[in-house]
């Protein structure tokens, strides 16, 4: 069982320039599965922006083509699970050998391993037998190897080796014929301003711009209202509101370096140099403020630090702004930033 979906495939990938590299990568990767330069192939970007798509879009290709080849689809949380499993039942070297066996191993996800040391090990050392044997490694991620955190460097390395592609927002064009496609495979007719309204209106995520297209199916033949912009005002308004409250991590420390134009390592490192520790409790103060993580995870992605020093920042950030009226202006302004 391979565990890919057909409906994900290559002819209802559509390309645009956010997505040309890692779609191109991707049908060479599956022409020459193990055969290019290109492994792994890492596929990386936001949410909702195709990686999982992409990843199954490979894979049912390459079975096309090579029917006798092994692929497997796995998600990195489901492999995990597998693996301590197997250790469970002592089986740590039948789930190696399982793997070692595939012919086109396709891992979603992979920032799920981070911290999970014992799996990154066992992965490290499937990696290393697939690679050897020429066979193809397939990974998706939310960042770029360089962003990782809590990945152990020899596998960072592994997953430089071959090509990392990003997946990046849409533009217009391209989510326009992405809605189109939707809407021609589902047989259904829409007037054209309003592909254009939703398109216009829903600008990252591919995910939520089908919702929004399938919410303004479903109300208008359910409540056989006409689909008119004022309706698509309304369901383009709850996308848009949901994804407002989404705000990570890492988005708040992009958010924060580029207000104080640094980067997010310099961010991140252990100067005590006044600007960047100031930036760098900011970062801790909105990641509690707008994220559910725990201080202590708000610590380990934030330049590994421990929780009683993000508790101290949010302290010293509290007293900062009421003391200090620059310092005010850092947070309001910091704080429309991330509220766009
Ligand atoms: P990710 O894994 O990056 O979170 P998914 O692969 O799950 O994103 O994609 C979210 C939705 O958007 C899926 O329904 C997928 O089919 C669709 N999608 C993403 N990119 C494209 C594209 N270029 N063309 C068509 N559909 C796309
Ligand atoms: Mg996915």
């Known amino acids: 069982e391979s565990q890919l979906n057909p409906n994900y495939s290559f002819e209802n990938f559509l390309e645009g320039d956010s997505n040309r590299l890692a779609r191109s990568a991707g049908l060479a990767v599956a022409s020459k599965p193990g055969g290019t330069s290109f492994n792994p192939l890492l596929i990386f970007g936001g949410v909702g922006l195709g ?8 894979g049912v290709d390459i079975k096309d083509k090579y029917p006798e080849k092994t692929v497997l689809y796995i998600s990195a949380e489901k492999f995990t699970q597998q693996y301590i499993d197997a ?22 996800d992979v920032q799920f391993l981070s ?6 090990d066992v992965f490290f050392h499937i990696f290393n037998h ?3 044997n020429g066979k193809q490694v397939i990974l998706t991620s939310d960042k770029a190897p360089v962003d990782m955190q809590d990945i152990e460097q020899r596998l960072l390395s592994r997953f430089k080796w071959g090509l990392s592609a990003e997946l990046q927002n849409p533009d217009f064009e391209t989510r326009v014929s992405i809605l189109k496609n939707k809407l021609y495979r589902d047989g259904v007719e829409m007037p054209e301003d309003i592909i254009d309204y939703v398109a216009k209106n829903i600008k990252t995520n591919v995910r939520e711009l089908e919702g929004a297209i399938i919410s303004l199916i479903a109300q208008s033949s359910f409540n056989k209202k006409e689909i008119t912009i004022d309706l698509a005002k ?3 308004e709850k996308f848009v509101k949901n994804t407002k409250r989404e705000v990570s991590i890492d988005y708040i420390q992009k958010t924060v370096s580029e207000y104080f134009q640094m980067d997010i390592s310099t961010l991140q490192s252990k100067t005590r140099k006044r600007h960047i520790v100031q930036a760098r409790q900011l970062a801790m103060f909105f990641a509690k403020k707008f994220t559910k993580a725990s201080l202590a995870s708000i610590g380990s992605q934030i330049g590994k630090r421990d929780h009683a020093t993000v508790l101290h920042a949010c302290k010293t950030v509290d007293n900062l702004s009421s003391t200090d009226k620059q310092f005010r202006k850092y947070v309001e302004d910091i704080t429309k930033k991330l509220s766009i």
């Open 51 to 58: 990686k999982t798509h992409l990843a199954h879009a490979i």
């Open 87 to 108: 250790v469970k039942k002592n089986n740590r070297n039948d789930f190696i050998h399982f793997y070692q066996i595939i012919d086109v191993l396709i891992i979603d």
């Open 115 to 120: 911290g999970k040391s014992g799996t990154q």
């Open 130 to 132: 697939l690679h050897q």
């Open 234 to 236: 309304q369901i383009v």
